[in-house]
């Protein structure tokens, strides 16, 4: 998907078209995740980029939509660039000393809290 979403309308108030945009990316995410996976794959990894206009958009990660689209409704912007391309990923693997980091830092939070 790569669209510039328009925010203004004659007949429908800015927060519908604002609720309209999310619910229209919710549905292509799900859609997108619903396809079939090559072989060599695990998930659906997602591309997007988020800007005022196509030519300044940025690198966002895909659970950052839904924040940079109420962004935009902050900033009262007409429209909007968001483009969000389906790339099929394969999980890597954790190294052991990767996964003792975590298990460390875990257990100095839960020390912190008591």
């Known amino acids: 998907m790569k669209k510039t979403f328009k925010l203004s309308h004659p007949t429908i108030k800015y927060p519908r078209l604002i609720e309209a945009t999310k619910n229209e990316v919710k549905k292509y995410l799900k859609r997108e995740r619903n396809k079939k996976l090559p072989e060599y794959a695990d998930f659906w990894g997602f591309d ?67």
């Open 48 to 114: 997007c980029r988020f800007g005022q206009t196509e030519a300044l958009a940025e690198e966002i990660h895909v659970a950052q939509i839904n924040e940079k689209i109420s962004f935009a409704e902050s900033k009262e912007w007409t429209e909007f660039y968001l483009e969000i391309l389906a790339t099929p990923a394969q999980r890597t693997k954790r190294d052991a000393a990767d996964e003792q980091e975590d298990e460390y830092l875990e257990s100095e939070e839960h020390d912190e809290d008591r």
